[in-house]
């Protein structure tokens, strides 16, 4: 055995004997849940006064929770439920207090049947995941929450991403088919505008108190973040301008804290890969365009087939522009000759001019591009259209499909046409 071989045989013998920088690393997730919430303190003594009474053995009211991501929702309720949990084992109150992300479980059955196995200790009596009638596993929940008695507190996270309202609807109404015990629902959601969209009867029961989370600031952004330094980093391995750039440049997109922590931890990996003593600013620059290439590449690969032709045409415009060092960018009316030729060549029907119009609109709602209206005066209005990422990665992925693929190969003729 050489000794190349011996090396590469212990690659992470080598990476352990780096101590690195982390003494928690899951402090420094989203998921970890601290002590204290700063800056939380208004939203968690509202959310503690409404779910009151469930210490009394009365029935709490409904509420909807709304905010912008990052700005602390489910962390203040997930805080306030284990302090509701631990006052009701003080004082020999029953309390439930269950909690379901309804990203993933997003259907009437699997809704219901995830509360209920919650109230269900011995897995053999379990719901399974498909095979009963809606209306069994319905009343199998009744009778579980009859016989736990007290109150359950059944938190509905991403509640708009739920498919019908009939599961609201049934859970609005399990009160009056109740006598031992009582439920109070916890929305939360970040579409402000989501109950315009519900069933009336459904709108009326649950939508009986609404809390508003506004964003944090850069000044609150860094104390989360310091918080989190304390107890996920070793002392003194962070430059004092760090935790002050993440802020601000979470600030920037919404006071989200969420992506702040995210810019952190990225950083402070990024740091203890090359081995570096300190995490600098300059970690927290390569931090911020890996995590922006990776959600890109995300979005990007999940588009539907017109989206990422229509992103296609505006690469293709944009390579040709830089090859012909043709000034200014991409407009609306060269992106749609494109386009058409692209899906003349895909045989895949184009749309119109107006349906792409809108497409480009998404596209820059998502980040991908950046389509400023320009006024041409008596010509009407175009847009200026650029990618705001990586061309080459977004190319990259736009090729992990064969037809796309041979789309690179495409020559341009005259001002905007493809062959």
Same mark, same amino acid.
């Given at each position: ?134 209306? &069994?596993?319905?009343?199998? =929940?009744? $009778?579980?929450? #009859? ?6 507190? /059944?938190?509905? +996270?991403? %509640? ?59 000044? &609150?952004?860094?104390?989360? =973040?310091? $918080?989190?330094? #304390? ?6 391995? /962070?430059?004092? +301008?760090? %935790? ?64 990422? =032709? ?110």
């Amino acid at each position: 055995m050489t000794r190349k071989e011996v090396v590469d045989s212990d690659i992470f013998g080598r990476l352990l004997e780096f101590e690195g920088l982390f003494v928690n690393r899951e402090a420094m997730r989203p998921t970890f849940m601290p002590e204290i919430l700063p800056h939380r303190e208004k939203e968690i003594n509202n959310l503690a006064s409404v779910l009151v009474p469930a210490l009394r053995d009365e029935t709490p009211s409904n509420v909807f929770i709304y905010g912008k991501t990052g700005t602390g929702k489910t962390a203040v309720t997930k805080f306030v439920g284990k302090e509701l949990l631990k006052k009701g084992r003080e004082t020999g109150k029953k309390v439930n207090f269950i909690y379901i992300n309804c990203e993933v479980v997003d259907t009437q059955y699997r809704l219901l049947q995830n509360i209920t196995n919650h109230l269900i200790d011995d897995w053999s009596e379990r719901i399974p995941f498909t095979g009963w009638p809606t209306d &069994e596993v319905y009343a199998k =929940l009744k $009778q579980m929450i #009859e016989k736990e008695g007290g109150v359950t507190v /059944i938190i509905l +996270d991403e %509640v708009d991403k739920l498919k019908g309202d009939e599961a609201l609807y049934n859970l609005s109404r399990i009160n009056s088919d109740l006598k031992n015990a009582k439920v109070s629902i916890v929305g939360i959601s970040n579409d402000l505008k989501f109950t315009e969209f519900l069933d009336p009867r459904v709108k009326s029961s649950l939508g009986e108190e609404n809390m508003i989370f506004p964003p944090y600031d850069a000044g &609150e952004l860094q104390d989360i =973040l310091n $918080q989190r330094v #304390e107890i996920a980093l070793k002392p003194g391995c /962070i430059e004092e +301008d760090v %935790v002050p750039l993440c802020s601000a440049l979470a600030a920037q997109e919404h006071g989200d804290a969420r992506r702040a922590l995210d810019l952190l931890r990225m950083a402070a990996e990024l740091a203890e890969r090359s081995k570096a003593r300190k995490i600098t600013r300059k970690h927290v620059r390569l931090a911020q365009n890996k995590i922006e290439i990776d959600r890109i590449i995300e979005v990007v690969r999940t588009l539907p087939t017109q989206s990422k =032709l229509i992103l296609l045409a505006v690469l293709l415009k944009e390579k040709h522009n830089k090859k012909t060092g043709t000034a200014g960018a991409v407009t609306t009316g060269e992106v749609y000759e494109i386009y058409k030729d692209l899906c003349k060549k895909t045989r895949t029907d184009s749309l119109t001019q107006r349906r792409v119009a809108d497409l480009i609109s998404e596209l820059d709602m998502l980040g991908i591009i950046t389509a400023r209206v320009i006024s041409k005066g008596r010509y009407g209005r175009t847009r200026d259209i650029k990618t705001s990422s990586s061309s080459g990665e977004i190319m990259k992925i736009l090729q992990e499909d064969e037809v796309f693929k041979e789309l690179m190969n495409y020559k341009f003729r005259g001002q905007a046409r493809l062959i």
